[in-house]
């Protein structure tokens, strides 16, 4: 794909990882999800728990007040957006995808103060939404788990895009996958075949180093970075790892089955694609690295 573009409308039926994860509780929300011990338990329930704990976190440290003007950048299918629009700020949620705006819309789209429309975060135009994009316009901008799509090129684009917009005092609060360093693996190592990569349509993870310094080159003063690999990659990893290796046996798939009545009309051909693809995420989760980034537009 290419540097500027990101996911779209890639995560259809012929997707066989990302069926799997609806049938087993994902549904607004796309992002890997927050697991801490004590609540790891709740991962046989299913329903997003651990997902929704992630976007209140990265909300958390976007500290928006109600009020605010927030863009919510490769908004998916709009739970972060609404989110942010219950908490009292006029919320924009922007996609390149139209399925999942459209999405969005039928799920959110009737609440006061949220709205969203189809457009390039990494390529902001004029007006969408409603919403201008004007210079210092925003006062917040969120990007949770999305910026991988981008490319190199197309990250840098949306950090100047996101500087842009921003008021004077304004807050990106970019949550991502990255390498911990310029020794670490790269994703053709960990997946050589491309399932991860098919999944979820990126060409590689970014750097922390180099997102740092693009940050600062854009103009952000870097407020904090945090490092939530461990209870983001690597447990998520240890999961999809022993669901991985219950789904290679006709009595695990029974199994699940059983606790997920849907996933009945997987086919055998659909257990036979979705096990390699399993154990791709798993050995790319022990590797790679999580960040969450809080950014401020000097006043």
């Given amino acids: 794909m290419g540097a500027d573009t990101h996911a779209g409308d890639g995560y259809g039926e012929g997707n066989v990882f990302l069926r799997f994860l609806q049938h087993v509780g994902w549904d607004d929300l796309l992002n890997v999800g927050y697991f801490t011990l004590p609540t790891l338990p709740a991962a046989v329930r299913g329903g997003g728990y651990f997902q929704r704990a992630l976007v209140r976190r990265s909300l958390a440290l976007l500290d928006a007040a109600p009020g605010d003007l927030v863009l919510d950048a490769a908004c998916g299918r709009g739970y972060t957006t609404a989110r942010l629009a219950d908490a009292g700020c006029r919320a924009l949620g922007i ?43 925003f006062d917040r901008v969120h990007c949770l788990e999305a910026a991988f799509h981008f490319g190199p090129e197309g990250r840098d684009a949306f950090l100047a895009e996101s500087h842009r917009v921003l008021r004077p005092g304004g807050r990106l609060v970019l949550v991502d996958f990255t390498w911990p360093d310029e020794r ?71 199994a699940l089955r059983t606790r997920w009545p849907s996933l009945r009309e997987f086919t055998p051909a659909d257990w036979q694609a979705l096990c390699p693809v399993i154990r791709a995420h798993a050995a790319a989760g022990r590797k790679v690295g999580y960040t969450a980034l809080v950014l401020d537009k000097r006043g």
């Fill in 95 to 137: 996609d390149l995808g139209e399925r999942q705006i459209a999405l969005a819309r039928a799920r959110f789209g009737h609440r006061p103060r949220v709205s969203f429309a189809v457009a390039d975060v990494t390529r902001l135009p004029d007006e969408a939404g409603g919403t201008e994009f004007a210079d210092g316009s």
């Fill in 184 to 254: 670490s693996a790269r994703i053709a190592q960990l997946d050589p075949r491309g399932l991860v990569r098919a999944s979820w349509q990126f060409d590689d993870f970014e750097r922390l180093d180099r997102y740092l310094t693009s940050a600062t080159q854009a103009g952000f003063e870097v407020r904090a970075v945090h490092d939530w690999t461990r209870p983001v990659v690597r447990r998520s990893a240890r999961l999809i790892n022993a669901v991985g290796a219950v789904a290679a046996t006709r009595p695990g798939r029974l």
